[in-house]
């Protein structure tokens, strides 16, 4: 086998799939970046015009830390320094980059699923990668990478020898998930669930249901929905499935459920859980907490089992399962005394997640004067219901025993009137006014967790910590 046979790209394929032209000696592909920072050498750079940067600003500096090739487009080829290196001008690099996304899909025989909700997503996605590596090769973004950009790079990249293909698709607008949905062409599509999302852009949490199943537009003939059960919207979900030609195949803890939750115990840093899956009993434990997280187990194993994996080899691989960077992944901090734990959950947040994260908060064990505390930031586009959703937070935050609260942001601030005094730790109108009052307040025992929605920067609060305690990862 020559260099050129283990390429992601020959030359002739790149170039004939975006159908572009092609300016010096443009050599086999062997990765693609949209990032000048992030190209590898011998890979392909991508000059998309974004809202904040222009990638055809930066196609110097692409050559120069290795790219063998950049796409740029008709409009901007002119303005672009001569021999600084080969070239694929195409009329439009984003439209180029989709095009490669859907010849990379044809040519694979890979089984590939495809996973949106409006919680869980990513973490069902990296779930389905490790179950499935056991029985054969799998390709999955590497991270949020879920939307009109972000899944046919995940597409271009998928090396066509693939045994499955895992992709995650994402929308804040009706009709974003459908042409995602065409260009994947998945032979499973999980909906995780349907929550109070986006609202700012929908007029229901209905509507939300039913932009999600515009996922099922996509699915190949004879092609498997799988729906959990137990949301309200199931029996809408079944039905725009079944109109598209689906099965359906049911997860959760419902009687009627296919693969059924029939057990789950949790425990600090782990889950065991008892499941019928399609007709297969199942005990297995999971290397993260939460009954959420075994809840999307159960549609992770039934789409193991409808595309041919080793359901066995599955749950043994989910063993070591812990969630992502910013969604749930846990800390060990020490400091003066002891040690204190976080839960890092910044990534983003709803109404439903934010519940979730705080349940975790309260099953976990405090050590000697510890106290659990929750620093939560703003949950954004929740529409005119904002205000409400972030006040009602007080129920799960007093049902989990939280001891201190610390809250970021102007819609936080409604939860912050109706903290009892005892629980108040400090409001600040954002995250890095929080940082330094936070910091000092860290004690031994304590168990934090951080969470808020993207837009309000809990992220640099969880950087912060580690920076100031340092850390070690614990699941």
Known sequence: MTPADRSLWLADDFVKAMGGRAEGAVPPVDSISIDSRTVERGGAFFAIAGDRFDGHDFVVAAFDKGAAVAVVSEAKRAALPEGAGPLVVVEDVLAGLGRLGIRARERTAARVIAVTGSVGKTSTKEALREALAPSGAVHASSASFNNHWGVPLTLARMPAGSRYGVFEIGMNHAGEITPLARMVRPHVAIVTTVAPVHLEHFPSVKAIAEAKAEIFAGLEPGGTAILNRDSEFAPLLAERARAQGARVVFF????????????????????????????????????????????NSLAVLAAVKIVGGDLLRATLALQGHQQPKGRGRRHVLPVFGGTA???????????????????????????????????????????????????????????????TVFCAGPLMHNLWQELPRGMRGAYAETSRALTDTLLDDVRAGDVLMIKGSLGSAMGPLVDALIARFGSEANG
Not at 346 to 364: D, E, F, K
């Open 341 to 403: 734990r976080l839960i890092d959950e910044s990534y983003n947040a709803n109404p439903t997640s934010m519940r979730a994260a705080i349940a975790l908060l309260g099953a976990a064990s405090v050590e000697g004067q510890g106290r659990r505390v929750a620093v939560l930031g703003d949950m954004l586009e929740l529409g005119p219901e904002a205000a409400k959703l972030h006040a009602g937070l007080i129920e799960p935050l007093a049902a989990a025993r939280v001891d």
């Open 252 to 295: 959760g803890e419902h009687a009627d459920a296919d693969a059924r939750l029939v057990k789950c115990s949790l425990h600090e840093d782990c889950t065991t859980v008892t499941a019928d899956i399609l007709g297969d009993s199942l005990t297995y434990k999971l290397g993260a907490p939460g009954r959420h997280i075994a809840q």
